[in-house]
């Protein structure tokens, strides 16, 4: 429900109560509860509910079994599980995921869901032991990265999600409108911004932060950092055939087919990985371009990350 602002600590006591009215009930009690700490209007979001009710029940009808195949696609096959803000507010617990896909299918089918819950309760140990360590770079950079920090004004059409590109605005309406992007657009957007864009990755991940409604401090920073690479060996990319890939509808269209770039051939993402890793990082490019451009400490970066799945 609307987006978190910077604010002072509110020199109040709020109190809080059982909520049993309905949603816009709800919304209004809460709006009020926590003036100050958004900003915005407080418009609960149309795809995601509160609470751990609501939280139990997408446990319930989250295909595990789909999730190893179709995690990473975007838009009408995505096989995400959106259990990501219930388990960061903690309505459901990493315990009670992982129980629930060992009953449905096992603990070997389950294997990569479970390997993702390890991920997140990975990132909040790292937060744990560095503290605010984690929003500075956490390693020397492996290729030239803005010299700008979190205070970094956003672009404009970065704001307006008009960029031109569908795989960014498309994604950025969703964030702005629901609080949720697919995982893989997090990605593509992470890597845009840094990379093409050459914007700070601070400034990036404060955005994020900002609107997802499962914007964790751990796990959006340090996958920023994964993708910018101060936080492995090196940078993430990607190019125009895996968005076409992983944005493939049923009817075989993509974000790429109506996109205005496409059209234009303008496309910044429309080269092989080698040709992309030479033009955005030169001298610094070291080649293998398998798993979208990084092969990082654990592969690519459909394979770890926290607030970046789900």
Not at 21 to 49: K, Q
Not at 58 to 72: A, G, T
Not at 230 to 238: A, C, D, G, V, W
Request: overall charge positive; glycine content about 10%; charged content about 25%.
């Amino acid at each position: 429900m609307g987006n978190r602002a910077a604010v002072q600590p509110l020199n109040r006591f709020v109190e809080m109560k059982q909520l049993r009215g309905n949603r816009a009930e709800t919304a209004a009690y809460l709006a009020e509860a926590f003036a100050g700490l958004y900003a915005g209007a407080p418009t609960p979001s149309p795809l995601l509910e509160g609470g751990r009710t609501a939280g139990l029940q997408r446990l319930r009808v989250f295909n595990v079994e789909r999730y190893d195949r179709d995690r990473n696609d975007v838009g009408t096959k995505a096989g995400a599980s959106l259990m990501a803000p219930y388990l960061r507010h903690g309505c459901v617990t990493l315990g009670e995921a992982k129980a629930d896909a060992v009953g449905k299918i096992g603990a070997d089918a389950a294997t990569k869901w479970i390997q993702e819950l390890g991920w997140r309760q990975f990132w909040q140990l790292q937060y744990e032991r560095d503290g605010s360590r984690i929003f500075e770079p956490m390693e020397q950079p492996k290729v030239p990265l803005s010299e700008g920090d979190e205070n970094t004004p956003v672009p404009d059409d970065v704001l307006a999600a008009n960029t031109g590109l569908n795989c960014m605005d498309i994604s950025l309406r969703s964030l702005y409108e629901t609080g949720y992007m697919f995982n893989h657009a997090r990605m593509w957007f992470a890597a845009w911004y840094v990379h093409f864009r050459k914007e700070p990755w601070q400034a990036g991940a404060k955005l994020l932060y900002r609107y997802l409604l499962c914007g964790d401090p751990a796990s959006n920073t340090l996958s920023w950092q994964w993708v910018a690479s101060t936080f492995s060996h090196k940078p993430y990319f990607f190019n125009r055939g895996n968005v076409e890939k992983y944005s493939r509808d049923p009817d075989g269209s993509t974000y790429c087919t109506t996109c205005p770039a496409a059209y234009s051939n303008t496309c910044p993402f429309d080269a092989s990985y080698e040709t992309l890793g030479r033009r955005l990082f030169g001298d610094y490019y070291q080649g293998d371009s398998r798993n979208g451009g990084n092969t990082g400490k654990r592969g690519d970066m459909a394979s770890r990350r926290s607030s970046f799945r789900r």
